[in-house]
Structure formats: C-alpha cells, structure tokens
C-alpha cells in the first residue's frame, strides 16, 4: 500500500510502499478515505521524534482519519466491516500506525467512533484531535454565559472549532485575526476581532476592556509571550494554553487559574464533536485538500499558517 512514512533514522518522511497491515485477533482494519494534518505530524515527518519517543520502523506518520471498516478481528464486536468511522491513533511509543496510509489497523490503542451519515469523510477526519483540543480548552476555562474570552490563534484548525464551540456555551469571543481575516472569524460566532498583526495586543484588549477579560485561550504563544497576554486577564480567570506555555504558578499568585491542555480525543468527545458537525451546529473549515501523493506539500503548507484545516484525499470520496 501507499503511506507516507519514516523509513530510516536519516531522513525525513517520504511517500512509500509498504506492507498493508495485518489483522489480528482485536484489530480493526480501516480503509482509510481522508486524513488531516495536525503540528505534530510536521514535527514526526522532519524525524524530530525519533530521538524522544520510540520508533518501529518503518512508521506510517499521521493522528486523525476517516474511512471505511475493511475487515475485523474475531474478537471485535463494536464496529464492522462496511461501517464508516473516525478516529485518532495515539501517539504512544513504539510509533508504528498512522493514517496518512490507505489502510489502518490497529486495536484498543484507536480511538474509534461510527461517522454520523450526514458528515462527510473530509470533514470527519479533521476534527479528533481539533475538536478535542477545543473541548479540552474550553473546560480547562471553566467560562460561564457572558465571560469574555479572547482566543489567541483563532483561525487555525483548533481556533476555528473553539470560536464556535466558545459561542455556543455562551461566551462573548474575542478572536486574534489579521483584518482579511475578520469576517472568517466573525462568521464562526466571534462578537470581536483584534489584529495580531498590529503591535500591542494586549493594549489593544485593555482598550477594550479596561477592567480586563475572564478567560484567555492561546493555542500559538510561547511563555514570554502568553505572559505578556495573560496580564489583561483579572483575579479569578483562567488562562489556558495548547503549547505548555502557561506559568501555573505565578498565575496563582494573582489569583488566576492557569491551565496546560494536552488534547485527548475520546469516543465520547468524537460523538459529540460528529454530531454537531452532522446537524450543522459546528461548521468544519477546510482551507485546502490534497492528495496521498501530495503529502510534503500539505504539511509545508501547514507552516505557513491555515484558516481551518487541512486534508489528505487518500481515497474514493
């Protein structure tokens, strides 16, 4: 079968042929249809993983995907051949399965949940480890009807659903975005916009909101910066980072509730996220789709920034 995969321990990830899996027992073997970049995708495809976290080679990069059930192993009553899923493959050592691959396989590891009929394979596959992230960073904030959040990184395949998601549970969202990027966000349930590419973010929130914000959600600072950000929030908010950059600590000390989120996809979060995307309460922004072939290309496009997410076509839609 065709996968982008580490081959050696010398070079990066590269478009290869290898083995389809095989099946065992609990497996489940997945026709995989559509497969979403994720940051941690671009960082395992440059080899930067290879020396933290132990590899089998070769390793099919990848976390999220959709597709069609192929076959199962005797011991698998939960799902079968025909249904269509989504999923997430955790990255836990050894790293061997991935989803930029025309088959998957694997077992209790996956995070595997049935794909609503009204959700389409492109959109299904980008939303584990988004979608999770978002749900992750909205609880880790704690925010009640009427808070103000300002979401740092709010064009992005996680910005894009925690806007929505934000909305929703009835926060007032204030999104970083360039002014080309106002309407986007604004049409995603942001009340407010404030351009990045400005200088003085947090000047500019303070103009605002002179007596300062609840909730702070940033998924792209560094902790020098996000320090920077999170003095606009007051005593008694919370501030939540995607990248461990916030100072749990010093942020207790003026007593704001600080919070790191590793994002953890779950069956449950999965049916949730899948069915608010089917019912079309949760619009799933794909800037671009490419094909299996095309794989290098998406993730160098990735680098540069995305309004959403984007997607490998792997197989028939």
């Not at 998924?219 to 003095?231: H, M, T, Y």
């Amino acid at each position: 079968m065709k996968a982008f995969a580490l081959e050696t321990t010398d070079r990066p990830a590269n478009l290869t042929t290898i083995p389809r899996p095989d099946v065992g027992p609990g497996d489940v073997l997945v026709a995989v249809r559509a497969a979403s970049i994720n940051g941690i995708d671009v960082y395992q495809a440059s080899g930067a993983l290879l020396g933290m976290m132990e590899h089998t080679l070769p390793t099919v990069v990848g976390r999220d995907f959709a597709g069609v059930v192929e076959a199962v192993g005797s011991d698998v009553s939960d799902v079968a051949a025909g249904d269509e899923v989504f999923g997430f493959v955790p990255s836990r050592p050894p790293m061997r399965s991935g989803t930029f691959a025309e088959y998957l396989s694997g077992g209790s590891e996956l995070v595997l949940a049935h794909k609503p009929a009204g959700l389409g394979f492109l959109e299904a596959a980008a939303l584990p480890l988004a979608g999770s992230a978002a749900i992750d960073l909205l609880d880790a904030i704690d925010g009640t009807a009427g808070d103000v959040v300002l979401v740092v990184g709010a064009t992005g395949g996680v910005g894009a659903l925690v806007v929505q998601l934000a909305a929703q549970r009835g926060l007032v969202v204030v999104a970083t975005a360039r002014p080309d990027e106002d309407a986007f966000v604004r049409a995603l349930g942001a009340s407010d916009t404030i351009d990045y590419s400005a200088s003085g973010v947090a000047d500019a929130v303070r103009t605002h909101y002179p007596d300062g914000i609840a909730r702070l959600i940033d998924l792209v600072n560094r902790q020098d910066a996000l320090a920077e950000l999170a003095a606009v929030v007051r005593s008694g908010g919370n501030v939540a980072s995607l990248l461990s950059a916030a100072d749990v600590d010093g942020l207790r000390t003026r007593g704001i509730t600080g919070s790191n989120v590793m994002a953890a996809p779950t069956r449950d979060k999965l049916n949730q996220l899948g069915a608010l995307a089917a019912s079309g309460k949760l619009r799933v922004p794909i800037q671009s789709t490419f094909s299996l072939d095309r794989t290098a290309d998406a993730l160098a496009a990735f680098q540069q920034g995305t309004h959403g997410k984007l997607v490998l076509r792997v197989g028939a839609d």
